[in-house]
């Protein structure tokens, strides 16, 4: 079973005995710190998926159908068990919830490192050695522009499915809060349902994902992109 909380040093006569520095604890008690932000941020975006499925089946389920032949889906299915992170998720009490702008603010830049590596039009001057690569004459080019093609295509999808629905007066179509300003507050634990362990906890992950970040995905699309009719 994955452990969410890290040991404190010990102290008194067990402190002359442990082979631990204090360097070693500090070290231990920051990548707690990681582990427990890591299992607060996975639970926040299973609660937001959780919440999707519920109010929004039709929607969830063709979200579902068209992230699941993606190998980054595949990988993060993969990912999500070789390093159990059901058992770090559901281990304990449940965490707070992670405010959803802490979330955004943490994808902005991996977003921003894709979206201009799927534009930049000579790709190939970020590949280190590419002299080593001319001379064996590697279709770095082929590579690029596939590359650039999936996730434009990529890109497409998720905002024809992720685009604005029609307006509503009060409320927004992922968790029934109230929209614009008051949409961005930080929730609270009795807005969203609990996760739900077992077999939806990866799929409720990938749907928070999407409903979380969405608007972010959204705003890295292709400009000649056409919303949804």
């Known amino acids: 079973m994955t452990t969410t909380s890290t040991p404190p040093p010990p102290s008194g006569e067990h402190a002359a005995t442990d082979p631990l520095t204090t360097t070693d604890h500090q070290a231990f008690a920051f990548l707690g710190q990681v582990n427990n932000c890591l299992r607060q941020c996975l639970c926040t975006l299973a609660r937001h998926g959780v919440a999707l499925r519920q109010r929004a089946p039709a929607r969830a389920r063709l979200l579902l159908d068209t992230v699941r032949p993606w190998p980054l889906y595949k990988g993060g299915q993969f990912l999500f068990d070789l390093m159990e992170w059901e058992d770090l998720m559901v281990d304990g009490d449940p965490p707070p919830l992670m405010p959803t702008e802490r979330i955004i603010s943490a994808s902005f830049l991996p977003m921003q490192l894709l979206a201009a590596t799927a534009e930049a039009p000579t790709a190939t001057k970020l590949i280190l050695g590419q002299r080593t690569a001319a001379a064996l004459d590697l279709p770095l080019r082929l590579l690029a522009s596939t590359a650039r093609t999936a996730f434009l295509c990529a890109a497409q999808d998720l905002t024809d499915?992720?685009?604005?629905?029609?307006?509503?007066?009060?409320?927004?179509d992922d968790t029934g809060h109230t929209t614009a300003a008051e949409s961005d507050a930080e929730h609270t634990a009795a807005e969203l349902p609990p996760l739900e362990s077992g077999f939806y906890l990866y799929e409720d992950i990938v749907?928070?994902?999407?409903?979380?970040?969405?608007p972010l995905l959204a705003d890295h699309a292709p400009t000649d992109t056409a919303p949804p009719a």
């Open 161 to 172: 499915l992720l685009g604005t629905p029609t307006p509503q007066a009060k409320t927004d």
């Open 207 to 214: 749907l928070g994902t999407l409903a979380v970040l969405g």
